[in-house]
């Protein structure tokens, strides 16, 4: 299902809030057209960091990011997604005090003027819960219908490249494998996904392949299907060995 | 309550709340509250006084009264300039000082400090160029017309009420129904966010300052009208803009025009029972009180 | 060097140190703790009117004049300022951090329009006179007088400043500046947290009216004019040049601005001719405005800057409260 062609990639990626506190510190990542990547690693490795720094959300340092052959490293984060890179943040996803139908409509404003009402529409079709009651405030939804109108959301613009920040967080069991199945889905269509996530198990069970995020670099990575049984997986998140810096007093 | 009293405070009234719509979404969106929105009403009375005496040394007709009013075509023409200008003064001061605060990611605390300054500044401009002494736009009197009921009010009057009203309508669909109004509710519910899904920040912040001050910019040019044109006009109803803004909650335009009128009207009120030397102190008892009773104000929600 | 140049040096410190009491005070509330004070000119002036009427000899159609003696008159200013910062912190300090500005504000509209209009206890549009000067005796002898006058200003200094650096340096100052400097540990903290800052506002707002009390007994005469919100932009301006959090700072502001204040003051009478002085006042306002926003822009931490008081011992506290509240991001 993956093609070869590049869709997302990062190099030497150096990149954090402060300008002397790098927490991504230097990461190479390629993502092929097509793939589903999922980006693991313990708490504080930086991984929601890294996403971010992607979206434009986080000041990047040095190295770079781009979209397929375009440079989009100095693209500023509100014209990311008119080239085709969607993101959802892990939490405050959606406008809770506006309605579902709003939500939608201020992502297809930078769509053509004709082209709106037809997208809309395609999300509809694609998540009836949604459609059931457009004009719902969003704050009124649960925490996995929250999450559906985030991802459609994201998916108004048909973007190249969708990156979610932990979309499980906070939510059930049955719900996460619910949010994940649909993850699939969308992914099936030709989406490359980029997930970040603390499930491993749910996150390993869709993904293409896996890449694991350690103090800011690139520690790891291999095919989803054989990472769950490697012992670099149990070492980080099993608490075999803790990273320094959380044990310091 | 004395009807004469009544049309004082929705004059009043919608004069302040004109001034709170922009305190409110400059509050909303730029999450600070600005002490230089005032100046704005001033600086925009004071435009139109500008534009509408050049207009008049160009062509006396142009002073020549319309109809019932007591202003010639001078005054609605440079009225729209005045907008303008305004507008392109408070775009001026984010550009000089709160846009680079904002690029430093200055507190809140240190951006009102700024507006602050910013009042001081743009205040004792308007006293060192046109000196404090009142002015006006008009010589010509009015009579008051009885409107029934023991009502009366000038043609003046009922025009600047009735622009308030379409401009409050205005601005309120602005907000609910076009693509730039959601965008504005975004940006106030969640800047971030609003980056996320594509949404233009500074563009919104420019919208946002340029919609303030034009109708603060009204406000002034009606106050000139109905009272008088004087530096301080902006800083005296700072406090009113506040308390409107506040009682009737952050981000509302509705209820900061209606809280704009209960403030209006309670200061009539009060002129009526407790003395005119009193009006001022209207506004910080409701402030008190809304902090008190319903801090979230009369629309807002809980923080 | 001649007796009225002593003279005039020793008026002109003597009135920058009543600045610089002010500027301490405003230093407990904004530089120690973060809370925004938009209503100085208010509370300076409660400190004043309460300590003038304490002080001064009964009066004919004016309510008080109780004649009782300078340091009980000092005293009632600074407790009545603070009593009103208390009320209006405890109003707002729980809630965002510009309603505290905005409520602060309206105070200094209130008490301006209360000495306007209260006539029977403030004397109305022409104040209070007559309010009885330290070392009154020796008013015969203009520079020992003034001499005199500038010793207790720099005792009355000496010992707030003092009393200010203990403060800061308490357990209660640190935790006041850990309040400030970290969410987190604010949060942490709930409740106690805007005990502590309602704390610092109310002694910062009584340090501003003991400087109105000390001011008012100098200059002997007070009126509502003296308390316009342009007092309370120059404390202010004082305080960010000299850098907020720094008493020593907060002192040479007051001097400094002070200075400033009078000598551009003295060029603007012999610059412009006296029809337009009023309108070359206004000039020099926007000057010290632009001032202020340049300082703002270029460098917010003031001339002298903070001191880092906060112990190490503090800065770990912290940095572990923010591990336990949010162990998933790794920015905080």
Redesign the interface.
């Known amino acids: 299902m993956s093609g070869q062609v590049v869709a997302l990639s990062t190099r030497a990626l150096v990149a954090g809030y402060e300008r002397d506190l790098p927490i991504v510190r230097g990461v190479d990542l390629d993502v092929k057209q097509g793939e589903l990547v999922v980006v693991l690693g313990p708490n504080g490795a930086g991984k929601s960091t890294f996403v971010k720094a992607i979206a434009g959300l986080v000041p990047i340092h040095s190295g770079t990011t781009a979209l397929g052959s375009l440079d989009i490293t100095a693209v500023p984060a509100h014209e990311k997604i008119r080239h085709g890179l969607a993101f959802v943040p892990q939490t405050e996803n959606i406008f809770g005090t506006m309605s579902i139908n709003d939500n939608l409509l201020l992502a297809a404003n930078i769509l053509p003027k004709e082209k709106r009402a037809r997208r809309i529409a395609d999300l509809y079709a694609m998540f009836p819960d949604l459609a059931a009651r457009p004009s719902l405030r969003a704050g009124q939804l649960s925490g996995g219908q929250r999450q559906m109108l985030a991802v459609a959301r994201a998916l108004i613009v048909e973007p190249s490249v969708l990156i979610l920040d932990e979309p499980s967080a906070g939510l059930s069991p049955k719900i996460v494998s619910e949010v994940f199945a649909r993850l699939k889905q969308i992914n099936e269509t030709g989406v490359t996904i980029v997930l970040v996530e603390q499930n491993v198990k749910a996150a390993l069970a869709i993904a293409d392949r896996a890449v694991i995020l350690v103090e800011g670099r690139l520690r790891h990575e291999g095919p989803a299907a054989t990472l769950g049984d490697d012992p670099i997986v149990a070492e980080l998140y099993l608490g075999a060995r803790r990273e320094p810096k959380t044990v310091t007093p | 309550m004395n009807p004469q009293a009544l049309m004082d405070g929705l004059i009043t009234g919608s004069m302040i709340g004109l001034g709170a719509i922009g305190v409110t979404l400059t509050y909303s969106i730029l999450r600070?509250?600005n002490?230089a929105h005032g100046e704005f009403i001033s600086w925009g009375a004071y435009f139109a006084l500008a534009v509408s005496s050049a207009l008049g040394y160009l062509s006396g007709g142009l002073l020549t009264p319309i109809g019932p009013f007591s202003f010639g075509w001078s005054l609605p023409i440079s009225a729209v300039v005045a907008v303008a200008l305004t507008g392109g003064l408070a775009l001026l001061v984010d550009a000089l000082?709160f846009g680079?605060?904002r690029a430093?990611r200055?507190t809140?605390?240190?951006m009102?400090?700024?507006s602050?300054?910013?009042a001081?500044?743009l205040r004792?401009?308007l006293?060192?160029i046109f000196?404090?002494k009142p002015a006006y736009y008009s010589k010509a009197l009015q009579i008051a017309l009885p409107l029934g009921g023991g009502l009366r009010a000038t043609p003046d009057q009922m025009l600047s009420l009735a622009l308030a009203v379409v401009l409050v309508v205005a601005v309120h669909l602005l907000l609910t129904r076009t693509?730039i109004g959601?965008?504005m509710?975004?940006v106030s519910?969640?800047q971030?966010?609003?980056?996320?899904?594509?949404?233009?920040?500074r563009k919104v912040v420019r919208t946002v300052w340029v919609l303030g001050a034009g109708l603060a910019c009204v406000a002034g040019v009606m106050a000139g009208l109905l009272v008088q044109i004087r530096p301080y006009m902006g800083?005296d109803l700072?406090?009113p803009l506040?308390?409107a803004a506040?009682l009737g909650g952050i981000g509302s335009v509705p209820g900061a025009m209606l809280a704009g009128l209960i403030v209006g009207l309670a200061e009539a009120l009060a002129v009526q029972f407790v003395g005119a030397?009193?009006r001022?102190?209207v506004?910080?008892v409701i402030?008190?009180l809304v902090?008190?009773v319903r801090?979230q104000g009369l629309f807002g929600?809980p923080? | 060097m001649s007796v009225e140049l002593i003279g005039y040096g020793c008026f002109f410190l003597t009135m920058a140190l009543t600045y610089a009491i002010m500027c301490l005070g405003l230093n407990v509330q904004w530089g120690q703790t973060g809370l925004f004070n938009v209503g100085i000119a208010g509370f300076v002036a409660i400190g004043a009117y309460v300590s003038a009427l304490l002080t001064t000899p009964d009066t004919a159609n004016r309510f008080g004049g109780f004649d009782m003696p300078i340091l009980v008159g000092w005293l009632g200013g600074a407790l009545a300022a603070a009593a009103i910062a208390f009320l209006i912190g405890a109003l707002t300090i729980r809630l965002r951090s510009d309603y505290l500005a905005i409520a602060t504000f309206g105070v200094a509209v209130t008490v301006q329009l209360c000495a306007l209009n209260l006539e029977r206890i403030t004397g109305g549009p022409f104040g209070i006179g007559f309010i009885p000067r330290p070392f009154a005796s020796l008013a015969g002898d203009p520079l020992l007088f003034s001499l005199f006058n500038l010793g207790v200003l720099i005792v009355v200094i000496t010992l707030l400043y003092l009393a200010l650096e203990r403060l800061v340096r308490s357990p209660w100052g640190r935790v006041l500046r850990a309040i400030r400097e970290d969410e987190t540990a604010a949060l942490a903290l709930g409740k106690s947290a805007v005990k502590f800052r309602l704390q610092a506002f109310a002694i910062g707002g009584g340090i501003m009216g003991l400087a109105g009390a000390v001011q008012a007994h100098f200059i002997g005469f007070i009126a509502p004019e003296n308390y316009l919100p342009m007092l309370t932009f120059q404390v202010w301006a004082m305080l960010i040049v000299g850098g907020s959090g720094n008493n020593r700072g907060a002192i040479l502001g007051a001097v400094l601005v002070w200075g400033l204040w009078a000598a551009s003051a003295g060029a603007v009478a012999g610059l412009f001719p006296p029809g337009q002085q009023a309108r070359a006042a206004s000039l020099q306002i926007v000057m010290i405005g632009v001032a202020l926003c340049a300082i703002l822009l270029l460098r917010p931490r003031g001339i002298l800057g903070e001191e880092k008081v906060v112990s190490r011992h503090l800065g770990k506290l912290s940095s572990a409260l923010r591990n336990d509240a949010k162990p998933a991001t790794p920015k905080q």
């Open positions: 600070f509250a002490f000082l680079r605060l430093q200055g809140v605390i240190i009102v400090m700024a602050f300054g910013a001081l500044t004792s401009l006293e060192f000196t404090s693509a959601r965008s509710r975004a519910e969640n971030q966010l609003s980056g996320v899904v594509g949404i233009d920040v800083f700072l406090l506040f308390a506040i030397e009193w001022a102190a506004a910080f402030l008190v902090l008190l801090p929600r923080e």
